[in-house]
Nanobody
């Protein structure tokens, strides 16, 4: 069972930056982080969960929500089984709980994510 642990959330002023991390562990035989679909989602109070970014760790797929395109960058360190989300130019409307997601195929191949982390809170103040 894959386990995802997010970190790096916090409180920052508008215009600032944060980098979120998601460490993945517990891959079944035949599955490895370096060939996995990974994603970042976020959810704020009263709103549904929305995709922020999706990447395949081979580098063959990348997707960004238009709301974050040009400000956020998702990347992976395959040697450390870690997914990152670099967030620059943060806005108050980026305030949310951010979740890491994983699946061998996932949205990179037209399937849903099946594994989720617990989330990390990001608060952007004016």
């Amino acid at each position: 069972q894959v386990r995802l642990v997010e970190s790096g959330g916090g409180s920052v002023q508008a215009g600032g930056s944060l980098r979120l991390s998601c460490v993945a562990s517990g891959f079944s035989a035949g599955y490895r982080f370096n060939s996995y679909c990974m994603g970042w989602y976020r959810q704020s109070p009263g709103k549904g969960r929305e995709v922020v970014a999706t990447i395949h760790t081979t580098g063959q797929y990348t997707y960004y929500n238009d709301l974050v395109k040009g400000r956020f960058t998702a990347s992976s360190d395959n040697a450390k089984n870690t997914l990152f989300l670099q967030m620059n130019g943060l806005k108050p409307e980026d305030t949310a709980t951010y979740y890491c997601a994983a699946d061998p195929v996932g949205p990179c191949g037209g399937n849903p994510f099946t594994t989720w982390g617990q989330g990390t809170q990001v608060t952007v103040t004016r």
